[in-house]
């Protein structure tokens, strides 16, 4: 089942909320006033099932403009919106300013809904399809299928749910799930027996139950302790979906609109932003240096003053790059599309992107600055690198690979990825013959399916150490080579992923189980080794009433890697502390006799033959003794 996020973009009363109750039979207006007032005041979210089993989480943002903020944080991870326009009224302010916002954040898969079409005739219907044709051409619009229908009668939804699907099927491309999720916020409020719960839609990667993310820009570790898409508890979620997640460590009162749950010190604050700016064809407004704005992107809403890097000013129509100097700190990535709207009257005058999310203060019209965000915008040879280095997360990639790629030299590969390894985007791994390169999405990824992975086998084996490494590699990692695989670990043990004991992995906070059924087992194996002495019992024709023998050889295991016990040979056991008698005696007999015999051992701990030969063969194995040629006959090694 994919999930697919839904908008409702329009103007105020063109009947967004009716449509979406039509569509899902509930209210998306939650609070009091709205429903008072008619209109949508803060974000509204539902969802229904489409009929290829998809779900579709659908949100309903505020048309009216005073509102627009809110609108933009609905826009977060939209798949799909739905333009609906009155049937009665047409194309109206807040509609072309909703649509200059959807264009400028990314937003290109759009289906037009002519609403209301019960109130009209046949013949205004034509006039008014036809004006939206004609203020759409031009626009990323211009081709968006139209529904004509009505959210009061029901007219024309069957073929609307049909056209969402048909749409989403086809055309929605699946979000990364395997890279390092990231959670806008949009609302926080507390439970009561819960404590802080926040929601939003998750952009990026996958967040599990029991996870500590951070949340940006407070600078707060929390921990995930539940969570809910669509009202469903659920142990994960991935990115496109809507979810709730109950957090603890952080208060309600410290979380706003606009902060960003994601994997710690993953993300930095910044008061500065390096951007490409365009100005809406549209926009009444040239923007000048120093103009302040409000900007938006993700969640965020926040001051800020532009400083024009490249130009004196920015007309309708024209784009530079530009220095957002916020009056808040934000946590935002590469890439982030954004808004801005004019200080006051507040109108959308234009967005863009981001090219450097943490830039010192920059001066302008230097040459040197504006040529770094002209490579910044097309991608830098360390940015194709980093798209290589990600490419191979399940086998790393060296130096030498990667200049073959890139047909760029060594020195220029090695100085790339030294800037990439200092921004934290990857780590190195130096071997005898050539470096490997890691991102440290896959390296979060890794550690995340590691600990996952181990948490299970933990639950599945409460008396094992862990997991043996070499089955990890043949699960997990079987296309990594095994130093690079040891290297990996390593790392993974150092930053606090892992822990390792001799072969064994386990996680952090993992401690064997011993309780009464280890109390039972281990009591039963010690009084029968130390009752049988010499005369050595065979471990399978022991009886642990009760007991399954996988549990029985898991704490024989422990007594064996706690040296309480020795393996003798095959089927039989003892205590430790026996074979080290036995050791002492028989490198005193060898003192006196240069030649011990099974008869001789067999006498000295008055066992039987049975029992004599495996004492030697032990020393054999330790290496006290050793044979002279006769299979009886052993000196010293």
Request: charged residues 30%; hydrophobic residues 35%; aromatic residues 6%.
């Amino acid at each position: 089942m994919k999930n697919i996020i839904i908008g409702t973009a329009g103007h105020i009363d063109h009947g967004k909320t009716t449509l979406i109750k039509a569509l899902t039979g509930r209210n998306t207006d939650r609070w009091e006033e709205e429903q008072r007032r008619g209109i949508t005041i803060d974000l509204g979210f539902t969802y229904f099932d489409l009929p290829n089993g998809d779900r579709a989480g659908i949100i309903d943002v505020p048309g009216h403009e005073k509102f627009i903020n809110n609108m933009v944080a609905g826009v977060v991870g939209m798949d799909l919106v739905l333009l609906v326009i009155a049937a009665d009224e047409g194309i109206m302010p807040q509609t072309r300013e909703h649509m200059d916002i959807l264009h400028l954040l990314g937003i290109e898969k759009s289906i037009i809904v002519l609403n209301k079409c019960d109130i009209v005739d046949e013949e205004w219907l034509e006039l008014v399809e036809e004006e939206v044709r004609d203020e759409l051409e031009g626009t990323f619009l211009e081709k968006a299928p139209i529904a004509k229908v009505s959210a009061a009668t029901g007219q024309g939804l069957y073929d609307l749910v049909n056209l969402i699907s048909y749409m989403t099927s086809d055309e929605v491309i699946s979000k990364d799930t395997q890279t390092v999720p990231r959670l806008p916020i949009d609302r926080a409020f507390t439970l009561s027996g819960f404590g802080t719960v926040i929601t939003g839609t998750l952009v990026s990667g996958t967040i599990s139950k029991e996870d500590v993310l951070e949340m940006y820009p407070i600078g707060k570790e929390c921990k995930i302790r539940s969570i809910q898409v669509h009202g469903e508890d659920k142990k994960e979620c991935y990115a496109g979906q809507r979810v709730a997640i109950n957090l603890s460590n952080v208060k309600k009162k410290e979380i706003h609109r606009g902060c960003v749950l994601a994997p710690p010190g993953n993300m930095k604050n910044t008061d500065l932003l390096d951007v490409k700016l365009n100005v809406l064809e549209s926009s009444m407004r040239v923007l000048t240096n120093h103009t302040r704005l409000h900007f938006f992107t993700g969640t965020s809403e926040v001051l800020c003053r532009a400083v024009l890097l490249d130009k004196e000013e920015i007309g309708p129509g024209e784009s530079g790059y530009v220095q957002l100097r916020l009056e808040e700190e934000v946590a935002v990535k590469r890439g982030d599309k954004f808004v801005v709207r004019f200080y006051s009257p507040m109108e959308t005058i234009g967005g863009g992107v981001v090219l450097e999310p943490n830039p010192g203060v920059k001066k302008r019209f230097r040459e040197n600055v504006i040529e770094e965000l002209r490579q910044k915008e097309s991608g830098s040879s360390a940015d194709i690198i980093e798209l290589h280095v990600k490419e191979h997360a399940d086998t790393m990639i060296t130096l030498s690979e990667l200049a073959k790629i890139t047909v760029l030299s060594p020195e220029e590969v090695a100085e790339d990825v030294r800037q990439l390894e200092e921004e934290g985007r990857v780590c190195t791994f130096a071997m005898r013959k050539d470096t490997y390169v890691w991102h440290s999405d896959s390296e979060h990824m890794a550690a995340q399916m590691l600990a996952k992975a181990l948490k299970e086998y933990e639950e599945a084996h409460p008396y094992r150490y862990g997991m043996k490494k070499a089955e990890v590699q043949m699960t997990y990692f079987k296309k990594m080579k095994p130093n690079v695989f040891d290297r990996m670990i390593e790392r993974l043990e150092e930053t606090g992923h892992i822990c390792r004991a001799d072969e064994f992995l386990c996680t952090p906070d993992y401690e064997v189980r011993k309780d009464a059924v280890y109390d039972k087992v281990s009591g039963k194996l010690l009084k029968t080794f130390e009752k049988a002495r010499f005369d050595f019992v065979r471990y399978t024709e022991i009886d642990f009433t009760g007991i399954s023998g996988d549990v029985t050889d898991d704490i024989l295991n422990i007594l064996l890697e706690e040296k309480q016990i020795v393996k003798v040979t095959d089927d039989m056991y003892t205590l430790a502390s026996y074979m080290e008698e036995a050791k002492e005696k028989i490198q005193a007999k060898l003192k006196e006799d240069p030649i011990i015999t099974i008869a001789q051992v067999r006498d000295i701990f008055e066992t039987s033959r049975k029992s004599a030969k495996p004492i030697l063969e032990y020393m054999d194995s330790i290496k006290v003794t050793k044979k002279t040629g006769a299979e009886s006959e052993r000196i010293a090694y």
